[in-house]
């Protein structure tokens, strides 16, 4: 049987700073990212958010479902943030899970989520959101567009219920509701950290001393690759731009910019 098929809903919401965000919700039509990518294409303004609960390419939801939240931000000259935003969306996810759970939250790299390490509990590293950017670069060296992506995966039944509710809530009604927290939560939190960017100019940007703080990484030795060698070293903090800064023998510094350089 085929899947059923809903026109989208809008909605617009509003998040202290004066913005007024416009949302699409979209069930079994098409998935979050693709969808905003054709509007970003066709001049949607910067905030336009699409939410979905569909994969690229999937007819059916996933099981367990995941909710897919994907915002069109139009930078400018910017060329260099997708590290910064990709942090600021990571702590932004962080944030809206833990308000609507009782789940804590910690950060092994930009984009990962986890469950908080238990010393005790078998699913100490499971990831529970990932997060993503993509981007058109024009001949100008100017961004036409960025897109962030979060998608938060609802686990087992050890998670709490009133997280699946959060996601499933959104779904279930049109139009959507602007008491869907869950996705209120993390558009609040992430266009506060992003709205400062143009205003902080070469400061270091508050949000990083709390990415840091909630970092799985920070304080433990790791292993990861330099060109062709392999090394072992303790990670101590993050750059600016979301590089993971490791100590090795002697007090030699890396900054490792690539999840996949990590063993």
Same mark, same amino acid.
């Given at each position: 049987m085929a899947p059923s098929h809903r026109d989208s809903a809008l909605t617009s919401l509003q998040i202290p700073g004066g913005r007024t965000l416009l949302i699409d919700n979209r069930? *079994?039509?098409?998935?979050?990212a693709s969808t905003l990518v054709s509007f970003a294409k066709r001049g949607a303004e910067?905030?336009?958010?699409?939410?979905?609960?569909?994969?690229?390419?999937? @007819?059916?939801?996933?099981?367990p479902p995941?909710? &897919?939240?994907?915002?069109?931000?139009?930078?400018?000259?910017?060329?260099?943030? =997708?590290?910064?935003?990709?942090?600021?969306?990571?702590? $932004?996810?962080?944030?809206?899970?833990?308000?609507?759970? +009782? /789940?804590?939250?910690?950060?092994?790299?930009l984009g990962?989520? &986890?469950?908080?390490?238990?010393? #005790?509990? $078998?699913f100490s590293q499971?990831?529970? =959101?990932?997060? #993503?950017?993509?981007?058109?670069?024009? %001949?100008?060296? #100017?961004?036409?567009?960025?897109?962030l992506h $979060?998608?938060? @995966?609802? %686990? +087992?039944?050890? #998670? %709490?219920?009133?997280?699946? @509710?959060?996601?499933a809530r959104i779904f279930t009604s049109r139009p959507v509701s602007n008491a869907d927290h869950l996705t209120q939560a993390f558009l609040h939190d992430f266009y506060n950290m992003y709205d400062a960017i143009p205003k902080a100019g070469d400061e270091k940007l508050s949000f990083w001393d709390e990415y840091i703080?909630? !970092?799985?990484?920070?304080g433990r030795r790791v292993r990861f690759r330099h060109g062709k060698k392999h090394y072992r070293g303790k990670a101590v903090s993050v750059t600016e731009t979301g590089?993971?800064?490791?100590? *090795?023998?002697?007090?030699?510094?890396?900054?490792?910019? !690539?999840? /996949?350089?990590?063993?």
């Amino acid at each position: 049987m085929a899947p059923s098929h809903r026109d989208s809903a809008l909605t617009s919401l509003q998040i202290p700073g004066g913005r007024t965000l416009l949302i699409d919700n979209r069930i *079994g039509v098409a998935d979050a990212a693709s969808t905003l990518v054709s509007f970003a294409k066709r001049g949607a303004e910067e905030g336009y958010t699409v939410i979905s609960d569909r994969n690229q390419g999937e @007819d059916v939801p996933t099981n367990p479902p995941q909710l &897919h939240i994907c915002t069109l931000l139009r930078p400018g000259k910017h060329t260099d943030l =997708a590290g910064v935003i990709n942090a600021m969306g990571t702590l $932004a996810v962080s944030h809206a899970i833990e308000r609507n759970s +009782e /789940a804590r939250t910690q950060i092994r790299w930009l984009g990962d989520v &986890h469950l908080e390490r238990r010393r #005790f509990a $078998a699913f100490s590293q499971k990831r529970i =959101a990932t997060v #993503f950017s993509q981007s058109l670069l024009l %001949p100008s060296g #100017f961004l036409d567009y960025m897109i962030l992506h $979060a998608v938060i @995966d609802m %686990p +087992e039944s050890r #998670f %709490p219920v009133r997280m699946v @509710d959060a996601v499933a809530r959104i779904f279930t009604s049109r139009p959507v509701s602007n008491a869907d927290h869950l996705t209120q939560a993390f558009l609040h939190d992430f266009y506060n950290m992003y709205d400062a960017i143009p205003k902080a100019g070469d400061e270091k940007l508050s949000f990083w001393d709390e990415y840091i703080s909630r !970092s799985l990484l920070i304080g433990r030795r790791v292993r990861f690759r330099h060109g062709k060698k392999h090394y072992r070293g303790k990670a101590v903090s993050v750059t600016e731009t979301g590089a993971l800064v490791v100590v *090795g023998k002697r007090g030699a510094r890396y900054e490792i910019t !690539s999840q /996949a350089a990590l063993i």
